[in-house]
């Protein structure tokens, strides 16, 4: 004869402990963002500019937007509607701030380079072309890289890339086997190189003898998108997912929650307010996405946008229907919602069958949650905030996966409660 014996566990997880460790294996927020310790839905959009007519590409230099215009080779500020001549497609746009204060606007293309400031007038072009990648400024000097060959200004002279000398312009080759140059940032006090399948590190002063290569540690795959930096921190997309280098390794982003993201599809990559790193993507199941990753929160997210550009700055800015438009304050997508996906692990709550019986949502608003076992039943209930919900099933297995979902603005998420029943045989 057989005795059933079971236990009830209760167990509360603030949103703070709601990221991919401990009990979860894997987390995802879809469409929504933390704000004052609460999941709320994220960013809506507002029209910020209106595109001239044939725009293919937006780009953010500082809090300016630019917009590259494909028909006619021209790149126009959209909020002074200055344009400047161009060259073929167009991959990049940086501002640097000269010695006496002038902001100028550096523009990449893979057969132009030019230099120009916030007036029609001042335009330089530079060939042979200094970059066809990105720029970094450092120690007075500015560096550009085409393939694996860098380039580098004279001090204090952003435009001084041909007048080669021992106190001039130069350039070098860079160690063979890393691949040609994705990015250059500067960053504690050394100018890092991305290549495609490795980083070197340039240790580079005023004195061109005194710069020294060194090929530093990588075991990521190769390197798929500029990096974000934020203080002195690199992050960046690499066959393995997003990356943090912080000038020594470079190992997997915590709580990246980057499963759902097709790498072999196109990554934008840039830095919000020099405080997040964010990237228009492709998820796996072929929408697109602008993921944001938190550093100091450790956590990643997707905002649910149309959009057929991004570009990164202040804020978010999205191309579409002819138009530029700007993300802030809170508004569901044009289809679907908001979405939290948790895969849980119940093993630690000792031996026997391990059974999901209901959801407890902190918070306010409606719901909808559902969950799945290993066996691949699954079982969904309408829930309330400051409700316990019970599922019509119990959801069996030691490994559950857990969604909350739900379609109102002002809902929010401030913690989950599960209770769970361990049965055993004796």
């Not at 004052?36 to 780009?59: H, M, Q, R």
């Not at 039943?377 to 309408?382: D, F």
Request: net charge neutral; aromatic share 12%.
């Amino acid at each position: 004869m057989t005795v059933p014996s079971c236990r009830t566990y209760t167990l509360h997880y603030p949103v703070s402990a709601l990221r991919r460790e401990g009990r979860f294996r894997r987390f995802r927020l879809e469409h929504l963002r933390e704000e004052n310790g609460s999941f709320v839905c994220a960013e809506g959009e507002i029209k910020a500019y209106t595109l001239p007519s044939s725009a293919t590409d937006i780009f953010c230099a500082g809090d300016r937007v630019f917009a590259y215009v494909k028909s006619t080779q021209t790149g126009k500020f959209l909020d002074t509607n200055v344009s400047y001549p161009s060259g073929g497609s167009m991959h990049n746009l940086t501002a640097l701030v000269e010695a006496e204060g002038t902001t100028r606007y550096f523009a990449i293309g893979d057969t132009y380079f030019h230099y120009f400031a916030n007036t029609a007038n001042s335009i330089v072009t530079f060939s042979p072309t200094p970059s066809t990648s990105a720029l970094a400024l450092h120690h007075e000097r500015l560096f550009g890289a085409v393939g694996t060959r860098v380039y580098y200004t004279k001090p204090l002279d952003f435009r001084g890339w041909e007048n080669y000398g021992e106190h001039d312009a130069g350039y070098f080759d860079l160690l063979p086997g890393a691949g040609e140059v994705v990015d250059i940032i500067s960053m504690r006090d050394r100018v890092y190189f991305l290549r495609r399948y490795g980083i070197t590190r340039l240790t580079g002063y005023c004195d061109i003898y005194n710069f020294q290569q060194e090929a530093m540690p990588f075991g990521m795959g190769e390197i798929l998108s500029r990096a974000a930096v934020i203080g002195e921190t690199a992050y960046f997309f690499t066959s393995r997912g997003l990356c943090r280098f912080d000038g020594t390794k470079a190992e997997q982003a915590a709580g990246a929650s980057d499963e759902e993201i097709s790498l072999s599809a196109d990554l934008r990559m840039g830095t919000l307010d020099h405080m997040q790193a964010a990237a228009s993507v492709t998820m796996t199941d072929g929408v697109k996405a602008v993921y944001v990753y938190d550093p100091v929160q450790e956590r990643g997210r997707f905002i649910r946008r149309t959009f057929d550009r991004c570009a990164f700055g202040p804020y978010i800015y999205t191309m579409h229907g002819g138009s530029v438009y700007r993300l802030t304050g809170k508004a569901l997508p044009s289809a679907g919602g908001c979405k939290l996906v948790a895969e849980m692990a119940l093993s630690d709550l000792g031996e026997g069958e391990k059974r999901l019986e209901a959801v407890y949502i902190s918070g306010s608003g409606s719901f909808t949650v559902s969950a799945a076992g290993e066996d691949g039943l699954s079982s969904s209930a309408s829930a309330k905030a400051g409700e316990w919900t019970r599922f019509p099933t119990a959801v069996r297995g030691e490994n559950i996966s857990l969604t909350v979902s739900f379609s109102q603005t002002a809902a929010c998420i401030d913690g989950i409660g599960l209770r769970v029943r361990r049965e055993d045989r004796i």
